[in-house]
Each structure stands twice: as C-alpha cells, then as structure tokens.
C-alpha cells in the first residue's frame, strides 16, 4: 500500500513575495491580536484563506469560506501563486533555539501526500480526541477550497539515516525558499524531484504505521470529505481528495521537540489551603522546593514528580507514594504508560475529587501554557489559585500509548515549533 506519494504543490511565487510576510502560524494558535496583524502585514498573506473575516456591512459568517476560493483562485491566476511542473517530495528544515534551554536545534521534515485512512485500520494513528465544532468549520473550508494550506505534522519509525543523507545531497542546492520568522526560527525548503531520491524517501515508509502529532481535526476532516466525496460521485478509483498534504518527522529526529502543557487553576474562588494540602498527602509525598526545581520539571530534567504552584516563593515537588492505590481511582483497562502520566494524575486525583474540576469544567477554569514565565504571570496578575507544572511527555510514551488503542488525555503535547500555514499547499 502506498502511504505517501509525491505531488505538485502550490507555493508562494518568490520573485512575487516575500514569503516571510505571507506565511503564518497553524490557524488554531492566532489570537484575534495577531491575526489583525497578519492581515495588515501582507495582501496576500494566507490568513485570508485559513482564517478568514466576512467582510464589514453585515456579511454572513458562511461568506469567509467563499471568499477564501476567491483569493486563491486570483492569485492562482494572477502568478502570486505558482505550481511546480514536476511531482516531488520537499525536504524542510527548522533550525531554531529552545525556548528555555536556549540551545539551538534543528528538526528535518519530509513535505508529502499521506493517503487517507480510517483510524480502524490500524495504519494511522491519532493520539488525541477531536472535537465537533473544528471539524465542522474546517470541513467548509476545505469544501469551498478543494486545497489543503496546512500540513498535517506525522510522526514514523525510521531506524535509517535516509533523511539525513538526503540533507547531505541538499547542501550544495538552493532551496525553494530560506527564511525567518517571527519567533526566528529559520525555514529552508528544498524540492526533491530525483526519481532515484524520490523512491529511497518512499521506500522509508513500507509497512510503517504512522502517528498523527497535530493536526487531528484537520486530518478527520479531510477523511470525512473524502468519504463525502466518493458518495456523492461514485468513484471507485483512487482521486486526488484521498490524499492530504503531511509533514513527516522522525521519532528519534534530534530536533523533535515536545513541550510539556502546564495547568493554571484560574481563580474562581479561595481554596482551603491546609486542608488541599492534607488532602494531597493521602496519595502524595510533598517536597517544599524552589522556582528552580520547577524549571528541572518542566524540562523534563527530573524523572519523578511534578510541580505545584501557590505563589513565586510556595512552590512543591509531588511524588507518588503508591501507583496501585492511585490507579483504584482512576479509570481501568488502561495501558501501563497511561497512568503514569502526569496530566492524569492531576486530573483524577487532584482536580476532580479535591477541588470540583471534572471534564465539564475544564475550559473555565483551566487555564493552559507550556511557559512557567506564564504562569508566574496569572500569579502576579491575582488570576491563579495553584497551578500544576508537568514533566513532557516522551515521543516514545506517546507511540506506545498510541499503538495499544488508547488516546493520550487533551492538551498532553506542544510540539515545538509548528509548522507554518501556506508554505506549500496542496490543490484537489
């Protein structure tokens, strides 16, 4: 079975623009600030296609979607946009600085077309839920479009040095496109349309399972418009919408980075500090400990524990005292690693029976970051009660996880950086 293929993507014609002014983040992390910002930036960024604003004078809602077609098909025309002549893969590079550890780093990615799969097949995987209403407003998009102006970030096993060769072959190229952002993470795209090259990439991916990172809403979404598709016309053979455009990454890439998602309990009311804590000693050994420890946490530098906030200078390492007690408490029939994580524990044994927070009352009163600097921010701003700092998960935990049917807990991953919206796009 053929899991990815080559493909003639769209791109930003450079002697047109400047694609560091037209390019922008995956459109569920723009706040309503920076897209203002973007629009401004560029006319031709590609915010008026993944986020677009129904224009002034009463415009209905739906019209953005419509509106999104219509940029694309004039600038398609008018040369703001190019094809390339020739199918091929893209090899991408991002070279940047971790955000806390102020070492620099550098992550490959192949650019390809993943073939749509059922998650029942066990062939592609996701590792967290989705949700209805995402879906909904990016199945328009895609309808109105026919385009995919986002990868879907892919995760895949490859114990070869093929992408790193192939980086090797890359340095005396020019690539399609170098530059920088506005977190100044450096871009480098190169085409790679060598039959021989071509089918070396493809060959990585023979009978591999591969592991959805971001991007889930997206990927359900072109699923379901595939699906929608093939009723609607009938086709049996295989077409250019049972595919999606994909960014391939390997599990052991240096550069895979995964920030751990911190939890800010916003302050709803005053808690019952003496008590919380005695209660917390029934499944935890609590250690008084520094600022600086937290960090350790959030860098994923200890093994055991995680962190709790009161203020700056009240701050606690937790570990757990009996894994097996705690699980009594905790949803059965999971696979081992599921109940180590850190985010489940918080949730089961500290949010829902010590202070009310259950699923329902996550999206009010919780409140998420991968900065600790954030959290010492809601403190300082008197919008905090506690707040818990986790270690990050391991893309090791995640496949294993993954691979025996569960699904990691929301929000458990921040893969750092995202790759950006309208580098390449993919056109039905």
């Not at 419509?66 to 398609?76: G, K, P």
């Amino acid at each position: 079975m053929t899991l990815l293929k080559p493909f003639r993507a769209w791109h930003y014609e450079p002697n047109r623009v400047a694609i560091d002014k037209v390019v922008a983040p995956p459109y569920d992390i723009i706040s309503e600030t920076y897209r203002q910002e973007l629009y401004e930036r560029d006319p031709h960024n590609v915010i008026r296609l993944i986020l677009g604003q129904p224009k002034a004078g009463g415009v209905h809602e739906e019209n953005k979607y419509a509106e999104a077609r219509t940029y694309l098909d004039t600038w398609s025309r008018s040369g703001i946009l190019s094809c390339e002549p020739k199918e091929g893969f893209f090899l991408y590079e991002m070279t940047y600085v971790h955000p806390f550890l102020n070492k620099s780093l550098s992550r490959l990615a192949i650019f390809a077309l993943l073939k749509l799969e059922p998650f029942e097949r066990k062939i592609i995987f996701p590792h967290e839920k989705t949700h209805s209403s995402p879906k909904a407003d990016r199945g328009k998009l895609l309808r109105a479009t026919q385009a995919n102006f986002s990868p879907i970030f892919a995760l895949y096993e490859d114990p070869t040095s093929a992408i790193d060769e192939l980086r090797k072959n890359c340095e005396a190229r020019s690539p399609l496109f170098d530059f920088s952002d506005d977190q100044k993470v450096r871009h480098r795209l190169w085409v790679i349309n060598d039959k021989k090259e071509m089918d070396l990439m493809a060959s990585q991916f023979d009978r591999k399972r591969i592991f959805i990172a971001d991007g889930h809403h997206r990927y359900e979404t072109a699923l379901n418009y595939a699906q929608e598709m093939r009723q609607k016309t009938g086709a049996s053979a295989e077409q250019s919408y049972d595919y999606v455009m994909t960014t391939f990454v390997r599990f052991n890439d240096p550069g895979l980075l995964i920030l751990p998602i911190h939890r800010v309990v916003l302050d709803t009311g005053p808690i019952d500090k003496e008590k919380f804590l005695a209660s917390l000693k029934k499944y935890f050994v609590l250690h008084s400990v520094s600022r600086t420890v937290l960090e350790k946490v959030s860098e994923g530098s200890l093994t055991e524990g995680f962190g709790l906030v009161f203020s700056e200078t009240e701050c606690y390492l937790l570990e757990l005292k009996d894994s097996t007690t705690a699980r009594q408490i905790m949803p059965g029939g999971k696979p081992a690693k599921w109940y180590e994580l850190d985010m489940n524990l918080v949730s089961f044994l500290i949010l829902e029976p010590l202070l009310g927070i259950d699923n329902s009352k996550l999206e009010w009163n919780i409140f998420y970051t991968p900065s600790l600097k954030e959290i010492f921010e809601k403190f300082n701003q008197r919008q905090a009660s506690c707040a818990f700092v986790i270690r990050p998960v391991t893309p090791q935990t995640i496949k294993e996880i993954c691979e025996s049917g569960e699904l990691m807990p929301q929000k458990s991953t921040y893969f750092y950086p995202k790759f950006p919206s309208g580098l390449l796009m993919y056109r039905h």
